[in-house]
C-alpha cells in the first residue's frame, strides 16, 4: 500500500498525525516523498492531570499552534473521537480533539479525521490489529531503530501513515478537505 | 439571592456566560454594579451543519475570539457538558465547549463552569425548574420587555447570572481560578 505512484516520486509534503488527548496528546510529522518517509517530528504535548481543566486545554491551544507553526504541514490528520467506556476521558478527548481541529482548520490546513479501524486497516492490514502489530508497522515503515514510543505517539505516525497510504499524494492534500464530517 | 453587599456597590465586572455548541453557541455579556445587571451583549454563534466539521469549529474559534477582545470579560462561566442521549450532539458540544474554554485560559481571563441544575437552582430556585421558569427569572432579572430569545442566548444568561449569584463579588474572579475541574 505504501508503492510509489510515477507521478508522486518528485512531490514531497508533510503530514502532521495527531491522536487528540489532554493528558497525552500524541503528534507525528512525517515527511513524504514519493515512497520515502522521514520523521519531522514526533512526540507527545502534555498537561499536568492535577492542572485546571481550562487551563490544561489552553496549555493545548498553545503548544498545537506551535507545532503548527514549526511544522508547516501540508495536511492535519486527527483520529476520529469516539464515546468509550470511560465518560471522563472521552470527554476530555472530545475537548482536546475540538482545540486541534479548531486551529489546523483556522489556519487553511486541510483536516481529515479516521477511524481508529481505518488507521489499523492501513497500517497494519487489518481494522482489528492489536497495539504492538501497528507499532511494528510503524518502525518498519519509519525505519526506526527500535519500537517507536511513547504509544502516543506512534499512534499519532500511524494515522499520518494512513492519511498517506489512504490517498494518492496528488491529490491528498485537496481531497482532505471536507472529509471531516 | 441578588441582593446587593454594600462593598460591592461600587465595584463593577463583565461576565460572559457561555452555551457551549456547534450549531449554536449562546452567549450573554453581563455588565454587574452592585445589584445592577445590564446586558453588554446577547446573542448566537452559528455555523452551517452542512459545512465540514473542522471548518466549523474553525468559524467558532474566529468568533469566540473576536467576542472576547469585544466583551472583554472579567471572567468567563460556561455551562459544563455531560453526556447525553445524543451522542453525535454531545460529541461536538465536548469539541465546541473545548475550543471555548482554551480560548477564554488563553486570553489569562478565568474560567467557571457550572452544571445545568446548579444553573437552574441558582437562577429559578430549583435544580429542576423548567425552560420557561428560568427564561421568566432571567427576563425579570434582566428587565427584559419579552422573554429572553433564542433560547440558547437565555441560557447562556441564566450562567451568566449563577456565576454572578454564586460568588461575591469581591472575590468572584479570583475564587473563578481552579473550579472548573
Chains 1, 2 share one sequence.
Do not use: W
Not at 507521478?7 to 503530514?15: A, M, P
Amino acid at each position: 500500500m505504501f508503492a510509489p505512484r510515477p507521478s508522486d516520486v518528485d512531490r514531497h509534503e508533510v503530514i502532521l498525525g495527531v491522536d487528540p488527548g489532554l493528558t497525552r496528546c500524541g503528534f507525528a510529522a512525517l515527511h513524504a516523498r514519493g515512497a520515502t518517509i522521514d520523521v519531522v517530528a514526533m512526540g507527545v504535548l502534555t498537561s499536568p492531570s492535577d492542572m485546571d481543566l481550562a487551563e490544561r486545554l489552553a496549555m493545548l491551544h498553545g503548544d498545537f499552534e506551535s507545532l503548527l507553526k514549526e511544522v508547516r504541514p501540508h495536511a492535519v490528520a486527527v483520529e476520529r473521537v469516539f464515546f468509550q467506556s470511560n465518560v471522563s476521558t472521552a470527554m476530555s478527548v472530545a475537548q482536546a480533539s475540538g482545540v486541534v481541529l479548531a486551529l489546523a482548520a483556522s489556519r487553511g490546513i486541510p483536516v481529515v479525521q479516521y477511524s481508529p479501524s481505518q488507521v489499523k486497516s492501513a497500517v497494519a492490514g487489518s481494522g482489528n490489529a492489536d497495539k504492538l502489530a501497528v507499532q511494528k508497522m510503524v518502525q518498519r515503515r519509519l525505519s526506526l531503530s527500535s519500537l517507536p514510543e511513547p504509544a502516543d505517539a506512534s499512534d499519532a505516525a500511524a494515522i499520518a501513515l494512513c492519511h498517506i497510504a489512504a490517498s494518492p499524494l496528488a491529490t491528498r492534500v485537496g481531497a482532505a478537505q471536507g472529509v471531516t464530517k
